[in-house]
Nanobody, 122 residues
Framework: QVQLVESGGGLVQAGGSLRLSCAASGPTFSRHAMGWFRQAPGKDREFVGAISWSGGSTFYANSVKGRFTISRDNAENTVYLEMNSLKPEDTAVYYC???????????????WGQGSQVTVSL
């Protein structure tokens, strides 16, 4: 079973950058597709992006495309979310998730981290 722990969140100024990390435990991390989601107050959990088990394919929501980049290091059991040109509307709790296949739907993922708060100020 995979256990996920997010880190790297915090307060940043609009236009700035931040990198989130998701560290995974378990011997089968490299077999899982990884997704990033976020949830702002009063809103549903929103798909941010995902990466295939090999790292060869990535997918992004239109709202973050061109600004966010997902990568993974299977040797370190870690997936990253690099966020650039941050906007106040990016403020949310960010979650990493693991699943068998790449999907944009939260229900398709099997394991979830505890979340990391990202706050973008004006």
């Amino acid at each position: 079973q995979v256990q996920l722990v997010e880190s790297g969140g915090g307060l940043v100024q609009a236009g700035g950058s931040l990198r989130l990390s998701c560290a995974a435990s378990g011997p089968t991390f490299s077999r899982h597709a990884m997704g990033w989601f976020r949830q702002a107050p009063g809103k549903d959990r929103e798909f941010v992006g995902a990466i295939s088990w090999s790292g060869g394919s990535t997918f992004y929501a239109n709202s973050v495309k061109g600004r966010f980049t997902i990568s993974r290091d299977n040797a370190e059991n870690t997936v990253y979310l690099e966020m650039n040109s941050l906007k106040p509307e990016d403020t949310a709790v960010y979650y990493c998730a693991a699943g068998t296949i790449v999907r944009a739907t939260a229900d398709e993922y099997d394991y979830w981290g505890q979340g990391s708060q990202v706050t973008v100020s004006l």
